[in-house]
């Protein structure tokens, strides 16, 4: 693997676990502004049988991304659920590059939520992707 898997300046480990995307770690996140950012190196655990970043990995961490988003600007006591994801690959992501997902809630509604997101690889647009989340009221758990 080329590169450290040390994230450039700005980024934090990951405040959220979660069981479908512990295998991916470590990840890393920032916000930026109204933006939620997932940054990660690209290992063998992340890749397919071709070395690429698999499409799969992708879409969660996008689908992840974007919940995020939503859930950080509607507040505490908001949980969502996808009930559309739609991701567009646009180039292949190699072991050992930085790979970034910046998502946005676009519209973040009381009972849907709208996001977008846009992933790079060492500064080069590798993918765009929309959702959809029905928004559900938690009554005391924590956003995301």
Do not use: Y
């Not at 990995?57 to 009930?83: K, P, Q, R, Y």
């Not at 790979?99 to 509604?109: D, F, V, W």
């Not at 009972?111 to 005391?140: C, M, P, Q, W, Y």
């Amino acid at each position: 693997m080329s590169g450290s898997i040390d994230p450039p300046a700005g980024f934090e480990p990951h405040f959220r676990r979660s069981p479908v995307t512990d295998a991916w770690e470590p990840l890393f996140s920032k916000r930026e502004g109204d933006r939620f950012v997932f940054g990660l190196r690209v290992t063998e655990a992340h890749c397919n049988a071709r070395a690429m970043l698999h499409g799969g990995v992708l879409s969660s961490l996008c689908d992840n991304a974007m919940g995020i988003a939503c859930a950080l600007a509607l507040g505490e006591n908001t949980s969502l659920v996808t009930i559309h994801l739609a991701v567009d690959f646009l180039g292949a992501v190699r072991v050992g590059q930085w790979l970034e997902i910046s998502a946005t809630a676009t519209q973040p509604g009381r009972t849907i939520a709208f996001a977008s997101a846009e992933a790079h690889a060492d500064g080069k647009r590798i993918g765009n992707a929309s959702a959809l989340f029905r928004v559900v009221s938690t009554g005391g758990t924590s956003p995301g």
